[in-house]
């Protein structure tokens, strides 16, 4: 997953301001005890940064993979 991919996912689910707090502010223990942020920065995988927020969230594992965008033309 590509970090753009883990913002779109972000924005998506939880709203393009909330998730900026979300990532800044949600200390993730799967993580070690960082927020994503600091995950991110810290070479941690966009993929896993975003399953441990699902998981810390409860976000149901039908929306994890976001939601349908029509392809480009």
Do not use: K, N
């Amino acid at each position: 997953m590509r970090l753009s991919d883990f913002w779109r996912l972000m924005d998506d689910e939880f709203g393009s301001r909330y998730s900026r707090t979300l990532a800044g502010d949600l200390v993730l223990a799967e993580l070690g005890d960082r927020t994503a942020l600091a995950a991110l920065s810290g070479g941690v995988e966009p993929r896993r940064v975003w399953i441990a927020v699902c998981d810390a969230q409860d976000v149901p594992h039908e929306r994890r993979l976001g939601r349908d965008v029509a392809p480009r033309r």
